[in-house]
């Protein structure tokens, strides 16, 4: 039983030697200076980077809303844009019908007269 335990215990300090990097214990880097417990002048440069990172995304927000206004305006247009092609091809429809009509009507008239003539003729 004791033999067990000590070969787990082996195991135990073999994974953990292995793994170890994973289980350092955190320090603050500042200024390529490594401390395990920041001073003050750490905790200064600190606040001042947190506020600077904070203006930062303060100023990304306002960009992101103004990027949003011009693709809410974009949108409007393509939006109207479209309505009026629909309105222009409504009407070309109706004019190209309209064309068709009064050519259909022409060649009608022009063909019954071609005819009165060939019947006068003969």
């Not at 109207?80 to 060649?107: A, C």
Request: with cysteine.
């Amino acid at each position: 039983m004791d033999q067990l335990f000590i070969q787990r215990l082996v195991e135990r300090d073999r994974i953990e030697k292995n793994f170890s990097y994973l289980f350092e214990t955190a320090s603050v880097k500042v200024d390529g200076c490594t401390d395990k417990h920041p001073t003050e002048d750490t905790i200064v440069n600190l606040k001042n980077e947190l506020l600077s990172k904070e203006k930062e995304l303060d100023q990304v927000k306002e960009t992101l809303k103004v990027q949003k206004k011009d693709t809410e305006k974009l949108n409007d247009e393509i939006i109207s844009l479209n309505i009026e092609n629909n309105l222009l091809q409504e009407r070309l429809q109706k004019l190209t019908e309209e064309y068709d009509g009064l050519v259909d009507r022409w060649l009608k008239r022009v063909q019954g007269e071609a005819d009165w003539m060939n019947q006068t003729l003969e």
